[in-house]
């Protein structure tokens, strides 16, 4: 039958275990599989390759974004760097102009020593990242919204301008995950996750994940993933199944804390400016409206001069410090010396990503306890105290 997707995050996948009846899929913590013959295997040879316990995630998160297949992979950037092992020398990706540091870094520092280069742009910006596209460019890469800045890229409109030059569509749907975007049915052709951020929910373990629907492309990447071998382990593959389960609740909770924190730092005279698309002064806001269920929980903020946001970070108490979001704790982030420190200053200056940035990761917490934490730490970081 088809599931609604509060039903989907917890029966999606493969539901249970059909030898023993265990509810759970059981954790399959080997590494080798016996075959009873030469050849004659029962599905299952080398956990590089396969192991139940992984393929019950992969198949689940394939499910969830309206997919056909799914991989798991041990971290974010293991899944980025799979599928950017798609590309050849010569080849050039689009990018989104804020993204994370990770992404930007393996594609500055690693994929260029093979002659696989980058063009960034303003993905929400149409004519110039179709302006952008020409023979040499393979794909364009989009976070929507993205990191730090929470720009909105219209992903059905970027997907047409790529499709109709014979691109590829590669978005990174971490900040939202499928319970409230998939931009597979948006006409992506490759979603990206850290399952390390809402989808694993509690900060214990780290994962990358990919979907795709077609089977050419899934192929490639399966070939890909057990060659490089970046696998998801068992018990972290139990793990981001067991945070998928309560995917609903949590995403529910995070997105009424953050569109309240947003409010009252648009309105409370701290912040120069708040990045976030639930704002309906937002930018993004129609175009998160109509691809998506919510705006997530991801804030961005520019302090005010009359704050120092060092000592904004020494002051907090329940907020913590942290590289990192997604989980159910509420995090605090500096990108400009954190998160996107390996991208080049004058290009971080350029799109916003200013020293007085400040990103937030909005927890599950009562969301006046956190704001009364914002206050706080704000204040005591008032210049005029020092």
């Not at 995630?57 to 950017?84: H, N, P, R």
């Not at 995070?254 to 990045?275: F, Q």
């Not at 060092?310 to 907020?319: A, S, T």
């Not at 799109?351 to 009364?372: F, K, M, N, P, T």
Request: glycine content about 8%; overall charge negative.
């Amino acid at each position: 039958m088809s599931l609604k997707k509060d039903s989907l995050v917890i029966h999606g996948g493969i539901d249970g275990d059909a030898t023993t009846g265990a509810v759970n899929i059981p954790i399959y913590q080997t590494s080798t599989f016996k075959q009873d013959g030469l050849g004659e295997t029962r599905g299952w040879e080398y956990s590089r390759t396969g192991n139940p316990t992984r393929a019950a995630l992969e198949k689940l998160i394939a499910d969830l974004e309206g997919g056909e297949y799914g991989l798991a992979f041990a971290s974010g950037l293991a899944a980025i760097s799979t599928v950017l092992s798609l590309f050849k020398a010569g080849d050039k990706i689009v990018v989104s102009n804020n993204i994370y540091g990770g992404t930007f870094r393996i594609l500055d520092n690693v994929f260029k020593n093979f002659d696989i280069t980058y063009t960034i742009v303003d993905t929400s910006n149409l004519e110039e990242t179709e302006a952008a596209i020409n023979d040499e460019v393979k794909a364009v890469y989009v976070e929507s919204p993205a990191n730090p800045l929470l720009t909105v890229t219209d992903i059905e409109a970027v997907a047409k301008i790529a499709h109709k030059a014979g691109k590829l569509l590669i978005v990174d749907n971490t900040f939202l995950t499928p319970y409230l975007q998939r931009p597979l049915l948006l006409g992506a052709d490759i979603v990206l996750h850290s399952g390390t951020k809402y989808l694993g929910g509690h900060s214990d373990t780290v994962s990358g994940l990919v979907v795709v629907k077609d089977k050419e492309l899934a192929d490639r990447l399966y070939y890909l993933q057990n060659a490089i071998g970046g696998v998801l382990a068992p018990w972290d593959s139990f793990l981001i199944i067991r945070g998928i389960k309560t995917l609903g609740v949590r995403m529910e909770r995070h997105v009424k804390n953050a569109e309240k924190i947003a409010t009252w730092l648009y309105e409370s005279g701290y912040a120069d400016r708040v990045y976030y698309p639930g704002l309906k002064t937002d930018s993004g806001y129609e175009i998160q409206n109509k691809q998506a269920d919510g705006a997530g929980a991801m804030i961005s903020f520019v302090l005010n001069e009359r704050y120092d946001f060092k000592e904004f970070f020494k002051h907090l108490e329940i907020v913590t410090l942290a590289e990192s979001l997604g989980g159910v704790e509420s995090l605090a982030c500096h990108p400009a010396s954190m998160t996107h420190a390996a991208i080049p200053e004058n290009i971080r200056k350029e799109v916003g990503i200013v020293d007085e940035l400040i990103r937030l990761s909005v927890g599950i917490e009562d969301a006046d306890d956190l704001i009364d934490d914002l206050e706080q730490a704000i204040t005591a970081s008032a210049k005029e105290r020092a």
